[in-house]
């Protein structure tokens, strides 16, 4: 009987490549010309696009591992879908892997701990894996896997790339303008919970319908979003910015009450 080849495995920091085990790991020949990682590697998040891990331009060995969290209150599983590519939308890019762990701890949202994984061998042997970092035994299986990526397909992604780069750079600012509204809409909440006190029903209905359409353009997949459904985010984001001044005028008036 031939002895079992080992999985090519690269030095990484001590005790850290062993947390990757049989089933929570896939290993893909990917081509590297000149030392350095050609493309971003990441993964998707829930509303559709690639957060890059290791950035393009990367020297190659490296090693990076990152912890992320639940987005729904008591998940018991989670799929990580890794990706390849310089595209900002996740269905642009190619994927890597899926790898889909079970048993994560029974909690509210952004508690649990699942660490992403991914490394490169000098000899191109790129690593990805995920840990649930709660369980001192993983629970979890490969559910897709890339064949070797060579350098034609390496070409072929920075020539999509580049041909879309326009389309790209209005979904980047559509994300960061996504950004921005969470952090505006958390900071809306605290002033309207005040101010709603001095407002009329209907004030209140009208603000509350433009927020709720706002919040539902947020919790929306990328990829559902079109042209009409985002220029009705930017009018609504615009509404309450408008509105923001009053509200404030409206929360000092209540507040007055108390001193």
């Not at 020949?29 to 890059?52: T, Y």
């Not at 952004?110 to 042997?125: E, H, K, T, W, Y």
């Not at 539902?216 to 079109?226: E, G, H, Q, R, T």
Request: hydrophobic share 40%; proline share 4%; with cysteine.
């Amino acid at each position: 009987m031939a002895k079992k080849k080992k999985k090519p495995q690269f030095k990484a920091p001590e005790g850290e490549f062993e947390r990757l085990s049989e089933v929570n790991s896939v290993q893909i020949p990917l081509a590297c010309e000149d030392g350095k990682l050609p493309l971003d590697i990441g993964i998707e998040l829930p509303d559709g696009r690639m957060q890059a891990l290791v950035k393009r331009g990367e020297s190659i060995p490296f090693w990076h591992s990152e912890v992320y969290s639940t987005a729904i209150a008591y998940q018991t599983a989670v799929e990580a879908h890794f990706l390849i590519g310089n595209r900002p939308l996740a269905k642009d890019n190619k994927t890597l892997g899926r790898i889909r762990l079970r048993d994560i701890r029974w909690s509210n949202q952004g508690i649990p701990m699942i660490d992403m994984l991914v490394g490169m061998d000098a000899q191109g042997m790129l690593s990805l894996g995920s840990n649930n970092l709660d369980r001192k035994k993983d629970k979890g299986a490969v559910m897709e896997q890339s064949g070797p990526i060579d350098t034609d397909e390496v070409n072929a992604l920075l020539a999509d790339a580049q041909a879309h780069e326009e389309e790209d750079e209005e979904w980047r600012a559509y994300l960061k303008e996504t950004d921005d509204a969470r952090v505006f809409i958390n900071e809306l909440a605290d002033i309207y919970v005040v101010a709603k006190k001095k407002m009329g029903f209907a004030q209140k209905y009208a603000h509350n319908k433009v927020v709720n359409r706002v919040c539902k353009a947020l919790n929306s997949p990328v990829k559902k979003m079109d042209e009409k459904s985002i220029a009705q985010f930017r009018e609504d984001m615009e509404t309450l910015r408008t509105n923001l001044p009053k509200l404030h005028q409206l929360r000092a008036s209540v507040m007055s009450w108390y001193r």
